[in-house]
């Protein structure tokens, strides 16, 4: 079954840089794009951006360009987002998830980052 | 950016009930819509894409309506399992956008 494994929790100082990855398995992985979504605690999601099916395209949301970026490494499935200049407003739980046709199929588990002094 | 506008934004209802969640685009989408089902400490979970087409192994009692700026999900009857957060996203342009989300509640 398609399977998105997310790198573990991380606690980071403010100012400093983040990567967050994404194993995929259970598909054709060079078919399709990957999204990241975040979610800060207790409200709703926020779009990050999506990398597409071949890596050399990638899209930000615009109150994150300039600090995301996301790549793909073909050979192990796995899709990586880096986050620099941390702030606390980062703290948040940052999802993967499949692009199908636009809409998100499936998601990783999750992956907490908290940024604190 | 697309802006969605979701409500109620808390819904209270009870096993067996009908309950209807609105989305709102800012600007025609087409039928590019999708429906998510969020649970405490969980992914989201796809229910409904294109604004109407059920995804796989998704309970009948859900279902999706709407084009161009107006949608809606349905759930037919309440069962205990559909406590959870519901989302809206579009999908028609980059950037995509959420609904700020319904908390439905037991009554």
């Known amino acids: 079954q398609v399977q998105l494994v997310q790198s573990g929790a991380e606690v980071k100082k403010p100012g400093a840089s983040v990567q967050i990855s994404c194993r995929a398995s259970?598909?054709?992985?060079?078919?399709?794009?990957m999204h990241w979504v975040r979610q800060v605690p207790r409200q709703g999601l926020e779009w990050v951006g999506v990398?597409?099916?071949?890596?050399?395209?990638?899209t930000y949301a615009q109150s994150f360009q300039g600090r995301v970026t996301i790549t793909r490494v073909t050979s192990t499935s796995t899709v990586y987002m880096e986050l620099s200049g941390l702030r606390s407003e980062d703290t948040a739980v940052y999802y993967c998830a499949r692009a199908s046709s636009g809409y998100h199929n499936p998601w990783g588990q999750g992956t907490l980052v908290t940024v604190s002094s | 950016d697309i802006q969605m506008t979701q409500s109620p934004s808390t819904l209270s209802a009870s096993v067996g009930d009908r309950v209807i969640i609105t989305c709102r685009a800012s600007?025609?989408?087409?039928?590019?819509l999708a429906w998510y089902q969020q649970k405490p400490g969980k992914a989201p979970n796809l229910l409904i894409y294109?604004?109407?087409t059920l995804e796989n192994g998704v309970p009948s009692r859900f279902s999706g309506s709407g084009s161009g700026t107006e949608f809606t999900l349905t759930i037919s009857s309440l069962q205990p399992d559909d406590f959870a957060t519901y989302y809206c996203h579009q999908y028609n342009a980059y950037s995509f956008t959420f609904g700020q989300g319904t908390k439905l509640e037991i009554k």
């Open positions: 990398i597409n099916p071949s890596g050399d395209s990638t």
């Open positions: 294109k604004a109407s």
């Open positions: 600007q025609s989408i087409s039928n590019l």
């Open positions: 259970g598909y054709t992985f060079t078919k399709y794009s």
